[in-house]
């Protein structure tokens, strides 16, 4: 089965740096990857997400990269907040008619001091 | 649009009781997951629903977990004859079989097996 590399484990930049958190993937069937944010005691929020027919995506202050032939793809978040401060995961799924369950990276936690 | 909503939030219980959660996704979704996170890890995935046809189970699903979706609608997890092992938050997921498929997650229902 597929299974995801999440890291670093936890991460901690001042606020208006940059973070980046890189994940690789096992199955190179899957073809999409999700980016999602958890907040203490809350579900799992989409926060961008990426298919294998794209190089990168871009919304606003949050993109990624994927990186097919590696099977790899990352998160990068410019001018952090402390509101960006969370539990980000990664994840992976093949296509729907599969159907389209997701397997995550092991989160990380990212911490943003003012 | 109401969100993925799940009750109850919190469930204590003695070893050896049976509980039950419920997901309400959001309404014309028709694929549902559950999925299952211990701390300080990713959601694993247990087992989904397209309409009211269970279409794949985890290993992770052992004889004494049964989800439904009698009417394509909410969903409903069982859990017999608890154990300390299944203490952990589980997460409901909904989609819509369209071209993109984004898995919205509810706030979970805490399990704690005492």
């Known amino acids: 089965g597929e299974n995801v590399e999440q890291h670093p484990s936890t991460l901690s930049v001042q606020e208006g740096d940059s973070a980046v958190i890189k994940c690789t993937y096992s199955?190179?069937?899957?073809?999409?990857f999700p980016w999602y944010k958890q907040e203490l005691g809350k579900g799992p929020q989409l926060i961008i997400d990426i298919r294998s027919n794209v190089g990168e995506k871009k919304d606003q202050r949050i993109a990624v990269t994927l990186n097919k032939t590696a099977k790899h793809f990352s998160l990068h978040i410019t001018e952090t907040q402390p509101e960006d401060s969370a539990v980000y995961f990664c994840a992976a799924s093949k296509p729907r008619n599969a159907g389209n369950m997701l397997t995550f990276g092991g989160g990380t936690r990212l911490m943003v001091k003012p | 649009d109401t969100g993925v909503s799940q009750n109850p939030r919190h469930k204590i219980t003695k070893r050896g009781q049976n509980v039950t959660f419920r997901c309400d996704p959001i309404?014309?979704?028709?694929?549902l997951y559950w999925y299952r996170q211990t701390l300080g890890q990713g959601p694993e995935f247990l087992t989904y629903f397209q309409n009211e046809a269970q279409l794949e189970k985890s290993r992770l699903l052992s004889d004494r977990f049964s989800a439904e979706r009698p009417k394509g609608s909410f969903s409903t997890l069982e859990i017999q004859r608890t154990e300390q092992g299944d203490s952990a938050m589980y997460l409901c997921a909904s989609s819509l079989m369209d071209k993109r498929e984004t898995q919205y997650f509810g706030p979970g229902t805490r399990l704690l097996v005492l």
């Open positions: 199955d190179s069937a899957s073809n999409y």
């Open positions: 309404s014309e979704h028709n694929r």
